[in-house]
């Protein structure tokens, strides 16, 4: 092999030519054991980094990582194929997708829920986590730097819900039988994206025009299967004893679809109003010339992306549903340090009591 294609190869792949130059990982305390915690995907790093981050301690350290294998392997069914190598060191951590409210109905629901040393998010994915209806305007805070409240995502997430709740049943019942092709997640996404939101009364019209779609599909849907309406009420009774009520409807559905179909064009609509506002009082100052143009220049130099700012979204911490992950993970340290560890180091902000 010649030099000159060498020399191409490294610059095409620097990393892989230059291997001895990389860092290498700072060693692990000699009062620590390291801990290794394996996550689905590159994206998902920081969100399960968060979450740990809220359990550091002096006798173990956490590593997030995707599997550090040669292959660099990535994907929910890798870490599933992983449980059998699932310890006290080594944690897998996993979107629940539809496996927790499935609850060992289905094989995989059965794998996940049955390995301790696997932990998932219980919400569908950590998408709908970022997407916390009571953190939403705290992201157009960050984006815009306008406080002002012209929007009540809240009551709004609520709505949405209610409204998209028939829906949801028939996809994930459909999902749960293995008959996803009588309700397709494109069908899904199609029924309960917003294509516009109209601030003026909280989005009345938005979701009025989201109400006759959803009722138009839900209705063909029971024309086209009436067989199924029953075993679909009684799923649904299964659904509420894992917490999925109308109004929370959005926690449990598919994660990409309501950030990308929902919660971005919500943010996209609130910051633009949001801005204007800014912008108009900036205006309206008694500044000019030079000065009123440095004004502006400093407001927009500000502002940031709003995805960007979603993804750095960490005000989920009182879902109820977050909760649950952190008595998972905090059952996990009671059983690798003891009550007294646990005790010395987080005291009375445990949730799980021994």
């Known amino acids: 092999m010649s030099r000159k294609f060498v020399d191409k190869l490294g610059r095409l792949n620097p990393f892989g030519s230059r291997c001895k130059e990389l860092p290498k990982a700072l060693p692990v305390h000699s009062s620590q054991r390291l801990v290794r915690v394996f996550v689905e995907g590159y994206e998902d790093v920081a969100f399960w980094r968060g979450v740990f981050d809220r ?40 979107d629940s997708d539809f496996d927790y409210l499935f609850h060992n109905s289905t094989e995989q629901s059965r794998e996940l829920l049955s390995c301790d040393r696997m932990f998932h998010t219980y919400a569908y994915a950590t998408e709908n986590y970022l997407c916390y209806a009571p953190s939403l305007h705290n992201v157009c805070v960050r984006a815009t730097k306008n406080d002002t409240r012209i929007f009540d995502f809240e009551r709004f997430m609520a709505d949405y819900s209610r409204i998209i709740y028939p829906l949801f049943l028939w996809y994930a019942y459909s ?27 909280n989005g009345l019209r938005t979701l009025a025009w989201l109400r006759r779609n959803v009722a138009r599909r839900d209705q063909a849907l029971r024309e086209r299967h009436a067989e199924m309406i029953e075993p679909k009420r009684a799923f649904a009774e299964k659904l509420f004893r894992r917490g999925v009520t109308p109004e ?5 559905m598919h ?24 912008i108009a009082k900036i205006t309206a100052s008694s500044k000019k010339g030079v000065a009123l143009k440095n004004e502006m220049s400093n407001y927009t130099n500000s502002l940031r992306s709003i995805r960007d700012v979603l993804l750095d979204n960490e005000n989920y911490t009182d879902c109820f549903l977050f909760r649950r992950l952190q008595c998972d993970i905090e059952r996990y340290l009671l059983s690798v340090l003891g009550e007294k560890r646990m005790r010395e180091v987080f005291g009375d902000a445990m949730i799980v009591r021994p």
């Open 55 to 94: 359990f550091t301690n002096p006798y173990l350290r956490f590593e997030i990582s995707v599997p550090s294998r040669e292959d660099l392997p990535k994907g929910k069914k890798v870490l599933l194929g992983m449980i059998p190598q699932a310890s006290d060191e080594l944690l897998l951590c996993v």
């Open 175 to 201: 999902a749960q039988q293995e008959s996803e092709h009588i309700f397709t997640l494109a069908d899904f996404r199609a029924s309960v994206r917003l294509n516009f939101l109209e601030i003026e009364h």
């Open 248 to 252: 929370n409807t959005y926690l449990f």
């Open 255 to 278: 994660g990409h679809t309501l950030m990308d179909n929902v919660v971005i064009v919500l943010l996209n609509t609130v910051c633009e109003k949001l801005r204007e506002l800014s």
